[in-house]
C-alpha cells in the first residue's frame, strides 16, 4: 500500500516523471554535465542545459536520448537515477517504485531491454513496465482508448513523430518518423546561417522557434531579435528573424510529418477511419505547441486535428495513470521474455 507509482517519459528533450497523487513533480532537460577528469557528474537537468556552448573543456555535456532511445546507456541510467531519487528519497517505506516508462513505437527489442534495464539498475521494482508512447500519450490526453471506437493520436516530441490509431488499449496501426523539435531547431539554424551568413546555437534556435515559429503563414508577422556570429567576419552580430522566415525554414520538415499521418490514415480499417473523422486526431508532446500546426494538419489530411490539453504532459501522465489500468493494458505492453526471444 506504500509503493510508489512511478510514470516516466524518457524523452530527447525532456525527462516527464509523474508520481500518483501528485501529478507531474519533475519536468527537466535531459541533459547531463559531466568532468572530464574524473568523469563526476557535475549537474543535471536545467543546471546542465545551461552549459550547453558555454562549458570548459574539462566538461562534457550531453544529452543521452537520440530519437527517443537511449544513446548513452550509462549516463541514461545515472540520469534516471538522480531524478527516481528525488521523487522517492533515499529510503522509501514501500520498497522500490513501481515504474512505467515510455518507449518509442517500433523499438527494437535491444532499444526496450536498454530503457527496461537502465530503470531497474535506477531503482524500479522488476519488472520495469514499458508502455509505448501514443499509447501513453492518448490515455494522458485523456482519449477513451478503453472503447472499440478508433481514436488517433500523433506525438510530436524532441527527437521523432509519432502517429498511432488505437482501439481496445491496442495500437492498430502505427509509424513514426524522426523528425520533430530537435530537427525544427537544426532546420531554423541552417536557415539563418544559409540566408543571414549568421551561424547561432541550438539554444537560440529553439527560443526563434518558441517565439515566432508557425506551421502556417500568420495574418500579422511576428519577429525576434538573434544574436550569433557573423559567418564572414567572425565577430557577433544581432539580426531580426521573421516567423514567416522560420516558417519556410520548417516546410520540409512539416512535409514529412504530414506524409507520414497521411500514410498512417490510409492503412487504417474503414470503420476505424469513420470513428477518426467523427472524433477528431489528438496532437500532443512539446512539438504541439508550435503555432498553426492543428491547422495545417488538418487542412492537408481533411481530418479535424486539435492540441490536446497540457501537450506536453500527456505521455508522462499516461505512463503514470496505465499503472492503474495494468489488469486491462497488460497484454498489450512488451515484456522482458519477448524482448528476449526477439533478440536472440
Known amino acids: 500500500m506504500f509503493t510508489k ?61 537520440r530519437n527517443g532511445v537511449i544513446a548513452d546507456y550509462l549516463i541514461t541510467e545515472t540520469m534516471l537515477r538522480y531524478f527516481l531519487r528525488q521523487v522517492t528519497g533515499s529510503v522509501t517505506l514501500g520498497g522500490k517504485p513501481e515504474v512505467m516508462t515510455c518507449i518509442p513505437v517500433g523499438a527494437t527489442s535491444v532499444e526496450q531491454r536498454a530503457v527496461r534495464d537502465a530503470a531497474e539498475q535506477a531503482g524500479a521494482r522488476k519488472p520495469a513496465w514499458l508502455i509505448p508512447e501514443p499509447l501513453a500519450a492518448a490515455i494522458g490526453a485523456k482519449v477513451p482508448v478503453a472503447s472499440s471506437s478508433g481514436n488517433m493520436v500523433v506525438d510530436v516530441g524532441g527527437g521523432r513523430t509519432e502517429a498511432a490509431v488505437i482501439s481496445m488499449y491496442g495500437i492498430v496501426v502505427a509509424d513514426s518518423v524522426r523528425v520533430a523539435g530537435d530537427r525544427f531547431d537544426d532546420a531554423i539554424a541552417s536557415y539563418v546561417r544559409r540566408r543571414h551568413n549568421l551561424i547561432i546555437g541550438d539554444r537560440s534556435a529553439e527560443q526563434i522557434k518558441l517565439h515566432v515559429g508557425s506551421a502556417l503563414p500568420l495574418e500579422e508577422d511576428l519577429a525576434v531579435e ?28 512539416l512535409t514529412a510529418i504530414v506524409t507520414m499521418v497521411k500514410s ?81
Open 226 to 253: 538573434v544574436r550569433g556570429r557573423d559567418q564572414v567576419t567572425g565577430l557577433p552580430r544581432t539580426i531580426t528573424v521573421a516567423s514567416r522566415e522560420v516558417t519556410t525554414a520548417l516546410q520540409d520538415s
Open 5 to 65: 507509482r512511478i510514470g516516466i517519459d524518457l524523452g530527447t528533450a525532456n525527462v516527464l516523471v509523474y508520481l500518483k497523487g501528485k501529478g507531474i513533480v519533475i519536468n527537466q532537460p535531459s541533459v547531463v554535465a559531466i568532468s572530464n577528469r574524473d568523469n563526476r557528474i557535475v549537474a543535471v537537468g536545467v543546471e546542465a542545459q545551461k552549459m550547453l556552448g558555454r562549458a570548459p573543456s574539462t566538461i562534457s555535456v550531453i544529452r543521452p536520448m
Open 264 to 344: 498512417v490514415l490510409e492503412k487504417t480499417p474503414p470503420e476505424l477511419a469513420a470513428d477518426i473523422i467523427d472524433q477528431g486526431v489528438v496532437i500532443t508532446g512539446g512539438g504541439a505547441l508550435l503555432r498553426n500546426l492543428d491547422k495545417l494538419l488538418t487542412q492537408e489530411t481533411g481530418v479535424p486535428c486539435y492540441v490536446a490539453e497540457r501537450p506536453l504532459e500527456c505521455v508522462a501522465l499516461g505512463a503514470g495513470q496505465a499503472l492503474e489500468r495494468l489488469d486491462q493494458i497488460k497484454r498489450w505492453l512488451p515484456t522482458e521474455e519477448e524482448s528476449l526471444i526477439s533478440a536472440l
